[in-house]
Structures are given as structure tokens and as C-alpha cells.
């Protein structure tokens, strides 16, 4: 018959095991599931997936981040972002990421990608002095449609994990004036026509950014998960540009 001590060891034991079971399993990777790594990865993602991902360390574009030579940016009549710079190339492995995120509804990834946009705004200072210009962030909004589909913005969670590692404050700067098709199957002159006039400026949110303006330099980042063609960029930061003077830096996820 147990003593009274060693039912009280056991009952210790079965809450400390159905505590364990129950907690998030912060040891994971949280693309695979597999053991996270340890040392000097910082990511929540075990070292076979960080050894997947196609970092962009050198552009050949300097206007779009791109890694190989851009037949868009020569070809675009009036640019209107200062410029983008990209974490990732899109490759196999990327999309299936995203696709986990975005379509499977894998929020958990939000801590996963979002910290590597931090590789991105790091590009954007790269050898360059460090500016005294008041910064911001921004991300490109969804439809409500798209919003009642997913149930979540990818680019909004995306631009507040940048935000939270950073200190920059994140605004919403722009909402959606119609709902269009997915711009991935579309052909780059109907990418074009189909973003024109597709945005519209949340004027309630302006007022931080316009006292800043009025006192000097303001960066402003925008934040999106893949960039094709830059017509969504373009688009975005040709309507904040018609109501404040501010320089617009992209920052996406995957090129």
C-alpha cells in the first residue's frame, strides 16, 4: 500500500506529464514539426528547413531587389516606390511554405516569416549611413472578400512581427476599393490594368505620418508577401503618395 509521500510524488508526476503533453511544443519546428535547432538559429524552424531557405544576400536590380536580371523595372512608365528589397527567392520550397501559411491556414508560420523580413530591411540600409528620417510600417490590404476566405492578412501579420523586432510603429494606411482575381495567373500588362485605382487611402490613420512629414524625412515601408512584377507595390505607393510626401521602401517576403 502506497504512503501518503509517495501518492503525493506520483500525483506530482501525472501533472507534471499531462502538463507537458498539453503545452505548445516550443522545441518544434514550425514547418515540419521536426526538433528545432539550437545555437545560433533563430528561427522556430528545425536546421534541415533553415538550410532550404534561399536567402537573396546581393541584387542585381537595385530598384526591385531582384537577384538576376529585371525585365519589368526598364519597362515601367512611372515608378512611384523608392525601392523594394526581397528575403527570399521564390522557389519550390518557398511556395510550399506560403502555401501553408496562406491557404492552410498555418498562422503559427506569421512567427516564422515575419522575423525574416528583418533580412530585407537590413538590405535596405546595406552600405549605406544611417538615416535620421522617422520611420513607419505599412502592408498591403486585402479585400474583404479575401479577409472573409482567409480569415487573416498575411501581409498585416507579416509588417507586425517586423514591427515588434524593430520599434517601428505599424499603421493602415490603405483599404481595398474593389476585390480582384489572385494576380499570380495573370499576365504582366493585365497585372497592370487590374491594380489601377484598385486602393484608396484610410485618411484616419494619416495623422502621425503627416506631423511627421512636416518636419522632415519620413520612410515608410511596405510590407507584402511575394513580389512579381511590383504592379501591387506600385500601385500602393502611388495612392499614399497622392496625400503624403513620403518615401515609400518595400518590403517583401519573397521575389
Known amino acids: 500500500m502506497l504512503k501518503i509521500g509517495e501518492v503525493t ?13 498539453l503545452a505548445p511544443r516550443s522545441s518544434s519546428c514550425l514547418v515540419c514539426g521536426g526538433r528545432r535547432a539550437s545555437g545560433t538559429i533563430r528561427l522556430p524552424v ?3 528547413c533553415y538550410e532550404l531557405i534561399p536567402w537573396i544576400h546581393a541584387v542585381r536590380c537595385d530598384r526591385c531587389g531582384r ?4 525585365p519589368d523595372c526598364p519597362r515601367r512608365k512611372s515608378t512611384y516606390f523608392t525601392q523594394n528589397r526581397s528575403v527570399v527567392r521564390y522557389d519550390e520550397h518557398m511556395k510550399e511554405w506560403l502555401a501553408l501559411y496562406k491557404y492552410r491556414g498555418k498562422e503559427s508560420l506569421a512567427r516564422v516569416l515575419g522575423p525574416m523580413l528583418l533580412h530585407a530591411y537590413h538590405l535596405h540600409h546595406k552600405g549605406k549611413a544611417r538615416s535620421d528620417a522617422a520611420e513607419w510600417i505599412t ?7 479575401r479577409y472573409a476566405e482567409r480569415g487573416f492578412n498575411q501581409a498585416e501579420q507579416m509588417a507586425r512581427e517586423l514591427g515588434r523586432l524593430t520599434g517601428i510603429p505599424v499603421i493602415s494606411l490603405l483599404t481595398r476599393a474593389r476585390h480582384t482575381d489572385k494576380q499570380s495567373f495573370k499576365a504582366r500588362a493585365d497585372r497592370l490594368d487590374d491594380m489601377a485605382g484598385v486602393f484608396v487611402p484610410d485618411l484616419s490613420q494619416i495623422a502621425p505620418i503627416a506631423s511627421a512629414c512636416r518636419k522632415g524625412r519620413v ?3 511596405l510590407v507584402d508577401d511575394v513580389y512579381t ?16 510626401p513620403v518615401h ?4 517583401s517576403w519573397a521575389r
Request: hydrophobic letters at 35%.
Open 9 to 21: 510524488e506520483w500525483l506530482i508526476r501525472i501533472i507534471s506529464r499531462t502538463e507537458t503533453l
Open 46 to 48: 528545425c536546421r534541415r
Open 67 to 70: 537577384h538576376v536580371e529585371c
Open 139 to 145: 502592408y498591403v490590404p486585402l479585400s474583404a472578400q
Open 219 to 221: 520612410r515608410l515601408y
Open 229 to 244: 512584377t511590383g504592379s501591387t507595390f506600385n500601385e500602393c505607393a502611388r495612392t499614399i503618395r497622392t496625400i503624403l
Open 248 to 251: 515609400v521602401y518595400g518590403v
